[in-house]
């Protein structure tokens, strides 16, 4: 079984990856690999900022890594919140706020068109390579379902009536923005 580093400290993307990776790899966290620092995330756009956490634990590995960074982008918020997903209610944010502060946002919203993006940049023997997942669908006017993280209970995916909370969680990782950006790094694995 090849082993991958996934330059996260996140339990949830960790288990969402594991779980849509199968036994084909282990998927190692930064836990795994006594990395305890804080990973910066400093760049202005999804793409810029996987690339900036893939390249941080590559430049202190120099093992074959991957980090992914996501976001929602809402149409009628003109991308927001995109980049700011994770922080978007401040710094110390729970997903709970986060989702609070985006539902008031929509309120007088007729406009509920929203796509979530997911792209992972991977370090390959010295070579970057970025791959990209987004699934598009509708802003509820509130939170239904008790699965998933972050931003899950109010978001349908388009061709479903049910948020990703709602949903189970092996349907969720074949048509999710991670899934779809992950089944490419999986194409790109099985060929190298």
Same mark, same amino acid.
């Given at each position: 079984?090849?082993?991958?580093?996934?330059?996260?400290?996140?339990?949830?993307?960790?288990?969402?990856?594991? =779980?849509?990776?199968?036994?084909?790899?282990?998927?190692?966290?930064?836990?795994?690999?006594?990395?305890?620092?804080?990973?910066?995330?400093?760049?202005?756009?999804?793409?810029?900022?996987?690339?900036?956490?893939?390249?941080?634990?590559?430049?202190?590995?120099?093992?074959?890594?991957?980090?992914?960074?996501?976001?929602?982008?809402?149409?009628?918020?003109?991308?927001?919140?995109?980049?700011?997903?994770?922080?978007?209610?401040?710094?110390?944010?729970?997903?709970?706020?986060?989702?609070?502060?985006?539902?008031?946002?929509?309120?007088?919203?007729?406009?509920?068109?929203?796509?979530?993006?997911?792209?992972?940049? +991977?370090?390959?023997?010295?070579?970057?390579? +970025?791959?990209?997942?987004?699934?598009?669908?509708?802003?509820?006017?509130?939170?239904?379902?008790?699965?998933?993280?972050?931003?899950?209970?109010?978001?349908?995916?388009?061709?479903?009536?049910?948020?990703? =909370?709602?949903?189970?969680?092996?349907?969720?990782?074949?048509?999710?923005?991670? =899934?779809?950006?992950?089944?490419?790094?999986?194409?790109? +694995?099985?060929?190298?």
């Amino acid at each position: 079984m090849k082993k991958l580093i996934f330059a996260t400290n996140n339990q949830h993307k960790l288990q969402e990856i594991n =779980a849509i990776l199968g036994d084909q790899y282990r998927v190692l966290s930064l836990t795994d690999m006594n990395f305890y620092e804080e990973i910066p995330e400093t760049s202005p756009t999804i793409e810029e900022n996987a690339v900036q956490k893939a390249r941080y634990i590559y430049d202190r590995t120099t093992k074959n890594c991957f980090a992914d960074d996501t976001g929602l982008e809402v149409e009628a918020l003109d991308g927001r919140p995109g980049v700011f997903s994770a922080r978007y209610a401040g710094e110390n944010a729970t997903y709970q706020d986060n989702v609070d502060k985006l539902l008031l946002e929509m309120k007088e919203k007729q406009n509920r068109k929203a796509c979530f993006k997911t792209v992972i940049a +991977l370090f390959w023997d010295h070579q970057l390579y +970025l791959f990209e997942g987004k699934i598009c669908g509708q802003i509820l006017t509130k939170a239904a379902g008790k699965g998933g993280f972050g931003y899950d209970p109010v978001f349908v995916p388009d061709g479903y009536h049910q948020t990703f =909370a709602e949903m189970p969680t092996d349907l969720k990782n074949i048509i999710s923005h991670r =899934a779809i950006a992950t089944q490419k790094l999986i194409s790109f +694995l099985q060929k190298h």
